[in-house]
């Protein structure tokens, strides 16, 4: 069981949980960082942060549902974007929102970067999710 707590003392947060623990005895499933290419590699949505956040986000739930997993289930995650521009960041974490991911609260980091690992990659997001019985 997952225990999501949003701390009173602390400023309340967009979304998402201060802090997530899991007992122990569960299966945690740790997922790579979800990219924005399609299934033959190809970079979907190049230099549109919304397209590639959408693109993340489906493969994001294609792993999840590999290791028996859903969004709700995610406990954790850091996004990344290719930008310092807090108004890009507010992009890509709104269609975070609307996507799904957001289900639960998770505990989650958004974070502006200089690069990603694939040419014109604008967004990649890493997650941590609680395996169901």
Not at 31 to 48: H, I, K
Not at 98 to 124: D, F, I, M, N
Request: charged share 15%.
């Amino acid at each position: 069981m997952v225990r999501r707590t949003t701390v009173p003392e602390l400023f309340p947060p967009p979304d998402y949980a201060h802090a997530a623990v899991v007992d122990t005895g569960r299966r945690l499933a740790f997922l790579a960082g979800a990219v924005p290419l399609d299934a033959e590699g190809n970079l979907v949505g190049p230099g549109d942060f919304e397209a590639q956040t959408r693109q993340v986000l489906a493969n994001m739930e294609t792993a999840l549902r590999a290791v028996g997993c859903g969004p709700g289930d995610v406990v954790s995650t850091d996004v990344y974007v290719v930008s310092q521009d807090p108004a890009d960041l507010g992009r890509v974490w709104a269609v975070v929102q609307a996507g799904g991911l957001t289900l639960g609260p998770h505990t989650s980091t958004l974070l502006g970067v200089a690069c990603l690992g694939y040419a014109g990659q604008l967004v990649e997001i890493t997650a941590v999710a609680e395996v169901p019985s």
